[in-house]
C-alpha cells in the first residue's frame, strides 16, 4: 500500500466510488441470487415467489430440448474454440514473419470483431443460403451435384454456426498472439537458429511454448464467449430448424420471454453461471494472486 | 528458385488466401447491397453488379419491412445513437473515477471490492435479465431507451474500471504524492494531473464501449419496447421478416448500415481498438 490516503478528507474517495459499486455490486450479486431465488421457484408466466425446492432443475434436466442445447454447447465449444485457437495462433505466426504490409493484413484479419454477430449471421446466412449462396456458386464452376444445404440441416446447421463464429473469433485471437509473439526476444530465435533449428520447429518447440500464459488467458475468453453466445445463433439459425441450434443462452431467451416459463428459464441461467464461474474464477484468481 | 523465394511464395500465398477468406463475406455484402433483383438472378452471390445502384440501401434504410412496420432501419439507428452516447460517455466517466480510486486512493478492502467486481466482466448477462426486467419496471423504465442505458451503464462498469485501473496503476504515485503536498485536493489532482494523462485510455475505453453497446443485442431484444428497439433488433427483425421473395439485398445494405458505425471508428482508430481487446484479456 503505497498509494497515500488523505489525511484531510479521508471519507471523499470512498463517498465517490460509493454510488457505482453499490450499485454495481447489488447488480451483480443481488440480481445474481434473486435470479437463483427464481430457479426455486413455481414461477411460470409471471414471477411467483412460492418455494418448489429443485423442481425446476429437474424439469430441465427431463427436457429433451435443454440437452439439446448442451450437446450443441459441447459441439460449437469445442470447434469454435479450437477452430479460432488454431486458425489465430497460425495467423499470428505468419504476420511475425516481417512481412509487408502487415498493417494491412491484421486490419483484415480482425475487422470481423468490430462488427456485430447479428451483421455477421444476416452475411452469413446469404452466403449458406442452400439455394442461392455458395451452393450456386460451386455448381455454376460445373459440379452440378454439389449441395451444401447444412443450414437448413438440422444434424448440420450447428457446423455453420461454428463456421461464422470462426470468422469473427480468430482475428482476436490473432492480436493477442501476435502481441505476445512481439514480446519474445529475438536473442533466442537467433540463438536457435545458430543451433541449425527451422523456423518452424523454433516456432513448435520453443516459441509457443513459451506463450503459455496467454495461451491460458486467451482460451478462457474464448470460452466463455462461446458459452455467452447468443445474438449470432439468432441471426444465422434462429435456433432452428426446430432448436436443431440452440444453445444454452437461446434456450433461456426462448424459455423465459417468449415461452414465459421464468423459472425453468432462471434455472437454465443459473447453469450457464455455474459453468462459466467454473472456468473463471480459478483464472481471475490466480491472476489477481500473480500480481500481488 | 532458391529455398527462400520459395518459402516467401508460400507464406504470401497463405496470407492472401486468409485475407480472401475474411474479406469475402464483405465483398459479398456489399456487391449485393448494390444489385436490384433482376441483376440477384444473373450475377449470382459473387459476380460483380452490372450497374450498381443504391435502391437497396435507400430500401433498407428508409422504407423496408420488419414486421408490420414498414419504415425501415433509421427509427432503429437514431434510437441506437440516442442510447450509446450517454450510456458510453456514462460508463467511461465512472470507470475512471474507480480506477483513480482502486489506484491512488486505496481504502481497506478496495482490492476486494474490485476483485467482486470483476467477475461482471465474465458473468452470463442470462443470470439477471428476469430480476432487471422487474427492476426496470418499478423504475417505471421498462420497455424506454432510458432502461436500456440504465442495463448498459451497469454492466460496462466492471470492465471500464478494469480498463481505469490497469493503467492508473502505471502513473507513478510519487506524482500524486508531490501534488499532495502541494495541497492539492482529491479532485484537483484527477482533473490537473490524471486526466491529461488518461488520454489514450479514454480513447480506448470510448471505442471498446461504443463497439459493445452499439453491437450488442441481448439486452435489446429483452429490454426494448416497440420504440426504443436498436439497430441490432432492428436489423435481425428486418432479415427474419418473411416476405413472397427474400430480398437479400436489401438485408446485406441493412447489414452495412448497421456495420457502418463501428467499422468505420475501427478503420480511424483500430490501434486503439487492438488495445481494448488485450486489455480486456490479458490484465497483467
Known amino acids: 500500500m503505497s498509494a497515500p490516503s488523505s489525511p484531510a478528507a479521508p471519507w471523499l474517495p470512498r463517498l465517490v466510488v460509493a454510488p457505482s459499486f453499490i450499485a454495481s455490486l447489488l447488480f451483480i450479486y443481488g440480481l445474481m441470487a434473486w435470479n437463483g431465488y427464481l430457479s426455486v421457484s413455481a414461477s411460470r408466466l409471471l414471477p411467483s415467489y412460492e418455494f418448489v425446492g429443485f423442481e425446476q432443475y429437474v424439469q430441465l434436466a427431463d427436457s429433451d430440448r435443454f440437452r439439446v442445447a448442451l450437446t450443441n454447447m459441447g459441439l460449437f465449444g469445442a470447434l469454435f474454440i479450437g477452430g479460432a485457437m488454431a486458425l489465430g495462433v497460425l495467423l499470428a505466426v505468419l504476420l511475425d514473419q516481417k512481412v509487408r504490409a502487415e498493417g494491412a493484413l491484421r486490419t483484415i484479419y480482425l475487422y470481423p470483431m468490430a462488427i456485430s454477430f447479428i451483421v455477421t449471421g444476416t452475411a452469413w446466412k446469404w452466403m449458406l443460403n442452400p439455394s442461392l449462396g455458395l451452393e450456386q456458386v460451386v455448381r455454376g464452376w460445373g459440379f452440378e451435384g454439389f449441395s451444401f444445404d447444412w443450414l437448413v440441416n438440422p444434424d448440420k446447421a450447428i457446423y455453420c454456426v461454428a463456421i461464422a463464429g470462426v470468422w469473427q473469433s480468430a482475428g482476436f485471437v490473432m492480436a493477442l498472439f501476435l502481441a505476445a509473439l512481439r514480446g519474445i526476444d529475438d536473442s533466442i530465435i537467433k540463438a536457435a537458429q545458430v543451433d541449425g533449428a527451422s523456423l518452424p520447429r523454433i516456432y513448435w518447440r520453443i516459441l509457443l511454448p513459451s506463450l503459455r500464459p496467454v495461451f491460458f488467458s486467451t482460451l478462457m475468453v474464448v470460452s466463455h464467449l462461446a458459452i455467452k453466445s447468443f445474438d449470432l445463433v439468432m441471426a444465422l439459425t434462429a435456433g432452428g430448424p426446430g432448436y436443431a441450434t440452440d444453445l444454452p443462452a437461446t434456450f433461456m431467451y426462448t424459455t423465459a420471454f417468449t415461452r414465459g416459463q421464468i423459472g425453468l428459464g432462471a434455472a437454465s441461467a443459473t447453469v450457464m453461471l455455474a459453468t462459466i464461474a467454473a472456468i473463471v474464477v480459478p483464472y481471475l484468481h490466480s491472476e489477481l494472486r500473480s500480481r500481488r | ?284
Open chain 2, 1 to 284: 528458385m532458391n529455398r527462400l523465394t520459395l518459402h516467401r511464395l508460400i507464406l504470401w500465398t497463405a496470407l492472401l488466401l486468409f485475407s480472401a477468406y475474411f474479406l469475402l463475406p464483405l465483398y459479398v455484402m456489399v456487391a449485393t447491397s448494390l444489385k436490384d433483383a433482376e441483376q440477384m438472378r444473373t450475377t449470382g452471390l459473387l459476380g460483380l453488379p452490372d450497374s450498381p445502384t443504391l435502391a437497396a440501401w435507400a430500401k433498407a434504410w428508409s422504407s423496408a419491412c420488419t414486421g408490420v412496420d414498414c419504415s425501415g432501419l433509421q427509427p432503429f439507428f437514431w434510437n441506437s445513437v440516442q442510447m450509446v452516447v450517454p450510456a458510453v460517455l456514462v460508463s467511461t466517466a465512472l470507470g475512471a473515477l474507480n480506477g483513480y480510486v482502486l489506484t491512488k486512493w486505496r481504502f481497506r478492502g478496495s482490492e476486494t471490492l474490485f476483485a467482486l467486481l470483476l467477475f461482471g466482466v465474465f458473468m452470463p448477462m442470462q443470470v439477471v435479465l428476469l430480476p432487471m426486467s422487474q427492476v426496470l419496471g418499478w423504475l417505471g423504465i421498462a420497455s424506454s431507451i432510458w432502461g436500456l442505458i440504465l442495463m448498459h451503464v451497469l454492466a460496462g462498469i466492471p470492465s471500464t474500471t478494469l480498463f481505469f485501473r490497469n493503467y492508473y496503476l502505471g502513473l507513478p504515485d510519487e506524482l500524486i504524492k508531490a501534488a499532495m503536498l502541494d495541497g492539492a485536493s482529491f479532485w484537483q489532482i484527477f482533473r490537473r494531473i490524471v486526466l491529461p494523462l488518461s488520454t489514450p485510455i479514454l480513447v480506448v475505453t470510448l471505442i471498446w464501449q461504443f463497439t459493445a453497446i452499439w453491437n450488442d443485442f441481448l439486452y435489446g431484444v429483452v429490454f426494448s419496447g416497440a420504440d426504443s428497439k436498436p439497430i441490432t433488433v432492428g436489423l435481425n427483425n428486418l432479415a427474419n421478416t418473411s416476405s413472397v421473395v427474400k430480398e437479400y439485398n436489401v438485408d446485406m445494405a441493412a447489414a452495412l448500415i448497421a456495420a457502418l458505425p463501428t467499422l468505420f471508428v475501427y478503420i480511424v482508430a483500430g490501434k486503439y481498438f487492438v488495445r481494448g481487446l488485450t486489455a480486456g484479456a490479458v490484465k497483467g
